[in-house]
């Protein structure tokens, strides 16, 4: 009757790799879509045209004559990239602003 009881405690998938493997899938996945934002155009297949009509040609009208859309979520990537990006830029800048006041002195005694 202890049927869960019996079952083999060592197989069970332990929630903390679980976390992890998802945790470096979503990071590997990130990094992915900050290295490669683009893809080929799923309607026009990088195409460049409309696939609908065979006589007039359209310029594709998801990619916009591009051949390429971006992947989801690679705008958000590179977003948080550039913000992380630019608040570092920042404190050093300030960092260096600081260094060089204190070098300088002050100017009054
Ligand atoms: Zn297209």
Request: charged share 20%; with cysteine.
């Amino acid at each position: 009757m202890t049927a869960l009881a019996a079952a083999p405690a060592g197989h069970a998938a332990d929630p903390i790799t679980v976390i992890l493997l998802i945790l470096g899938t979503a990071a590997g996945y990130a990094v992915s879509l900050y290295l490669w934002p683009l893809r080929t155009c799923t309607r026009c297949h990088g195409t460049r045209v409309s696939p609908g009509g065979a006589r007039r040609f359209h310029s594709c009208k998801r990619c916009h004559g591009t051949g390429r859309i971006r992947r989801i979520g690679a705008t958000a990537v590179h977003r948080f990239y550039w913000s992380a990006l630019g608040d570092q830029h920042r404190e050093r800048r300030r960092a260096k602003l600081a260094r060089r006041r204190q070098h300088a002195g002050p100017p009054e005694p």
